[in-house]
């Protein structure tokens, strides 16, 4: 098992930049796939960014060129590097780790973009 805890949700304007954080009970570096994932009010969870223990990473569009993930397998940590945020980009944020068939979650942390 894996215990995951997100930090670095906040209130942001629009155009501001956010980092979040997932630190790991133990060590990431065998964990196939770790993302975040946001879920807004009244809408169902979505994958916003994933990064494989080969570091090759997958975004949406909708985030394409403005999210960044990365992993720091030394401090069993990831990392999601949020700029141009945008209302829409409001949500509870989540990490996930997949490893062996298993799914694990963080509480999540909620992060509010102002117009």
């Known amino acids: 098992q894996v215990q995951l805890v997100e930090s670095g949700g906040g209130l942001v304007q629009a155009g501001g930049s956010l980092r979040l954080s997932c630190a790991a009970s133990?060590?990431?570096?065998?964990?196939?796939?770790m993302g975040w994932y946001r879920q807004a009010p009244g809408k169902q969870r979505e994958l916003v960014a994933a990064?494989?223990?080969?570091?090759?990473?997958s975004y949406p569009n909708s985030v394409k060129g403005r999210f960044t993930i990365s992993r720091d397998n030394a401090k069993n940590t990831v990392y999601l590097q949020m700029n141009s945020l945008k209302p829409e980009d409001t949500a509870v944020y989540y990490c996930?780790?997949?490893?062996?068939?298993?799914?694990?979650w963080g509480e999540g942390t909620l992060v509010t973009v102002s117009s």
């Open positions: 133990r060590s990431i570096f065998s964990i196939n796939v």
């Open positions: 996930n780790a997949k490893e062996y068939g298993r799914n694990y």
């Open positions: 990064i494989t223990s080969g570091g090759s990473t």
